[in-house]
């Protein structure tokens, strides 16, 4: 573990100057992409703007036949497409390099930073089990940039699949100053974990709770509850991304076309405290931007709590409701996040201009 005193120091001679901060990029979505498929690639170039983020993915769903492809086709494309990635962009780029252990990761890394490190925004790390994972990528990723001459630091998100990983969780957030954030990985975590489930993320009617039995009438229907399988862990993701300020993703929703069950999620993983999650298919972009914005109705509210609280101490009734300095900061959290996308979105800009907040 570095000291205090050094964490913030470059960790190759000439490399760039680690961010003391992560930027708040709106980041909705993810949209993965294969960049060796080429009818998926094609398509890259007129999705810029349509989403926050495109990510060229390079580990598992794209076959081993096509590793090479792949990483040849990302170069490509980060090369061709003038808007796409880097600081000022409307869409950032990112990638998923394959795993550590694969005999595929040092070509990407070594490729992608010196060809296209100026556009690369996040490098996304598959499987990671401990800050040592982290480690090996920054100092790597610190020569690299040095050897491209780069002047800002590309930064690291963590995949959370392995159990090893989740009981890591804190020391992974804080491994350098380089982590952006953590996704959820549901489908290697539930195979680590020996989860009898068969889907990539989403829930299972058997993970349930039922209401209790009527003594008068045993045999009678008793309710049942779904429950959610990733609570425990999109909860501690999303502490351990607070404490370090970092950002915490949903991950994939497999089952492409129940859109009603992945807005579910997408939903249940905003309100806890997820800024994005990752779309596998275009129809999930327009899912996961409209559910990882507060609504006009959010808003409206949230400036009216605002506006009652004046200096912001103390409290107020709004509505038969107390409002005080915490929900104030509730409210703030969504009034920024509302800003933020103004900035980017002119639709939902427009939408929160046009919110009238009463007294
Ligand atoms: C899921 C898919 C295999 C579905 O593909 P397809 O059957 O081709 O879908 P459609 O026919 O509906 O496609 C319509 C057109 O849209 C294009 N398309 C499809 N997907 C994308 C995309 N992601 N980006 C851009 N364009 C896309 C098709 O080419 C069609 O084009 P056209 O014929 O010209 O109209 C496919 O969507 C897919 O492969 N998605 C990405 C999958 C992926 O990245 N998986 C990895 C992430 S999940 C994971 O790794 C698990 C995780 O790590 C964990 O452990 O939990
Ligand atoms: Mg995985």
């Known amino acids: 573990m570095r000291s205090s005193k050094d964490f913030f120091r470059p960790l190759a001679v000439g490399a760039p100057q680690p961010v003391t901060e992560i930027p708040a990029r709106p980041s909705r979505a993810i949209h993965f992409f294969d960049p060796s498929n ?18 060229g993915n390079l ?30 962009g409307p869409t950032q780029l990112w990638t998923r390099i394959n795993a550590l252990d694969s005999p595929w990761v040092l070509d990407d890394l070594t490729t ?4 296209i490190g100026d556009k690369l925004d996040v490098i996304m790390v598959p499987k990671v089990q401990g800050a040592e994972d982290i480690h090996y990528v920054d100092r790597l990723l610190a020569q690299l940039e040095a ?3 780069l002047e800002r630091p590309i930064l690291v998100h963590a995949i959370l699949e392995t159990a090893r990983g989740v009981a890591n969780i804190e020391e992974i957030c804080g491994a350098s100053p380089r982590m952006q954030g953590l996704s959820l990985g549901p489908a290697d975590l539930a195979a680590d974990r020996r989860m009898k489930t068969t889907r990539v993320g989403g829930g299972h009617p058997g993970y349930l709770v039922r209401s209790d039995p009527d003594p008068d009438q045993p045999d009678a229907h008793r309710t049942t509850y779904q429950q959610d399988l990733w609570h425990y862990t999109i909860a501690r993701m999303v502490d351990a991304c607070a404490m370090h300020g970092i950002y915490p993703y949903y991950g994939p929703f497999g089952d492409i076309a129940d859109v009603v069950a992945c807005e579910d999620q997408f939903r249940n993983a ?6 994005g999650t990752w779309s596998l298919h275009p129809k999930q972009i327009e899912i996961a931007n409209r559910v990882f914005a507060p609504s006009a ?6 400036r009216r709590v605002v506006a009652a609280m004046g200096d912001g101490t103390g409290a ?4 038969g409701k107390m409002e005080d300095d915490a929900s104030l900061k ?3 959290v969504m009034v920024e996040l509302a800003e933020q996308l103004a900035a980017i979105d002119p639709k939902l800009k427009a939408a929160y201009d046009a919110v009238e907040v009463s007294a």
């Open 112 to 115: 992608l930073v010196t060809e």
């Open 270 to 275: 905003f309100l806890l405290g997820c800024v």
């Open 316 to 319: 107020v009734m709004l509505d």
């Open 38 to 55: 080429e009818k998926m690639a094609a398509k890259v170039p007129q999705m810029v703007g349509s989403v926050d983020v495109l990510l």
């Open 297 to 302: 109705d959010d808003i409206r509210h949230a």
């Open 330 to 332: 509730q409210c703030l």
């Open 59 to 88: 580990e598992d769903a794209v076959k081993a036949d096509n590793k090479e492809a792949a990483r040849a086709g990302l170069v490509r494309i980060a090369k061709e497409t003038a808007e796409l990635g880097g600081q000022s």
């Open 147 to 149: 050897r491209a001459g």
